[in-house]
């Protein structure tokens, strides 16, 4: 195999948007690690993408499981990307009605994952004076009311992180930032606003009824965005959304233009 564009762990990389990001790094050459718990669909995708892709089945909950996918990682040569995109909606409705423990959960899944991701992929890319940390926010991470409370919270959360830790290392040539999509066709929006997880085709059409450009985001649009990151080397501690405006406060007045 020739040298790798890139070496890439993804956290969540089975289906929608880490599905895509994978997709997207093999295309330009480089080789994935991507952890995920959905064993069967991580298998699948690393048969169809053949030697660049290994799957780990891993929760990126557990510290444990995430230093195993960079341990598998360094078969490939040193790590120089690291996608945090594991995630769900976790506990929705009233604040009043929310077991501390579904709090907790969705929290871990949505903010621990990212920070376990970062903390062993910084320690593996600093030594080498390189490598881009990239974190799958949410437009609910710049404007509240656009999700749950603790998916809202926890997306915060990240974009905090991103801000911060974009301080410590860019003297060692890291950088640190996050894409925030907004409704995104993918199995996870599929199982919201479909039949379920494979409902893709009903997911888009809701979705582009509600753009307001009438075309949806789509997991390849994010993971676009998510690879221009992890190369582009002057940007860093950002959160670049990714929805075609539609969260855009201005957005709502569009009728008043004609």
């Not at 993918?186 to 085709?201: I, M, N, R, T, W």
Request: with cysteine; glycine share 14%.
């Amino acid at each position: 195999m020739p040298e790798p564009t890139q070496v890439a762990v993804v956290t969540g990389g089975a289906r929608g948007i880490g599905a895509a990001i994978t997709r997207r790094v093999v295309a330009a050459g480089g080789c994935v690690v991507l952890g995920d718990l959905a064993a069967d669909d991580g298998e699948l995708l690393a048969r169809e993408l053949g030697p660049a892709v290994r799957f780990v089945s891993a929760d990126a909950t557990s510290e444990r499981d995430t230093v195993a996918l960079f341990e598998a990682a360094s078969a490939f040569g040193p790590v120089d990307a690291v996608y945090a995109n594991a995630g769900a909606v976790g506990v929705t409705g009233r604040v009043e009605d929310t077991e501390l423990s579904d709090a907790r959960a969705t929290m871990d899944l949505l903010f621990t994952s990212v920070f376990l991701a970062f903390k062993h992929g910084a320690a593996l890319m600093r030594p080498h004076g390189r490598g881009a940390l990239v974190a799958t926010a949410s437009v609910a991470s710049v404007r509240g009311g656009l999700g749950p409370h603790l998916y809202t919270a926890a997306k915060h959360a990240v974009k905090g992180l991103v801000e911060s830790l974009a301080v410590e290392v860019a003297p060692y040539g890291l950088t640190v930032n996050a894409v925030a999509p907004g409704g995104t066709v993918s199995s996870l929006s599929a199982g919201l606003v479909g039949s379920g997880p494979g409902d893709v085709e009903r997911a888009y059409e809701q979705l582009a009824s509600r753009s307001s450009s009438g075309v949806p985001t789509t997991s390849e649009d994010v993971a676009e965005a998510a690879y221009f990151l992890s190369g582009a080397h002057r940007i860093n501690g950002a959160t670049l959304v990714v929805d075609g405006g539609d969260a855009v406060p201005g957005s709502v007045g569009r009728s008043y233009y004609g």
